[in-house]
């Protein structure tokens, strides 16, 4: 099981970014994905999840209305698009197969009062 997370960086409070997780190493288009997240001193924490057809979908209540989880089973990807981002965002972003214990390197999010 690998996977591979992209698209973090620096944003000013309100912006926005798109993170992309890349898996390979299992069947993906049978697997629910989650995204999690983790700050300095806190634990990680899931902020989304969808199913592997991507019929139910649930968001953390810190990040509903604001962050929206989607896949593309073709290309065994998995997105988190996050608008009106908060300082209180800045984390390591993760993405997990639910199906493996396995994590990636996860990318920064850093977001800028």
């Known amino acids: 099981v690998q996977l591979v997370e992209s698209g973090g960086g620096l944003v000013q409070s309100g912006g926005s970014l798109r993170l992309s997780c890349a898996a390979s190493?299992?069947?993906?288009?049978?697997?629910?994905m989650s995204w999690y997240r983790q700050a300095p001193g806190k634990e990680r924490e899931q902020v989304a999840i969808?199913?592997?057809?991507?019929?139910?979908?649930h968001y953390a209540d810190s990040v509903k209305g604001r962050f929206t989880i989607s896949r593309d089973n073709a290309k065994n990807q998995v997105y988190l698009q996050m608008n009106s981002l908060k300082p209180e965002d800045t984390a390591v972003y993760y993405c997990k197969s639910a199906a493996y214990n396995a994590w990636g390197q996860g990318t920064q999010v850093t977001v800028s009062s």
């Open positions: 969808i199913t592997s057809n991507s019929g139910i979908i």
């Open positions: 190493g299992f069947t993906f288009s049978r697997s629910a």
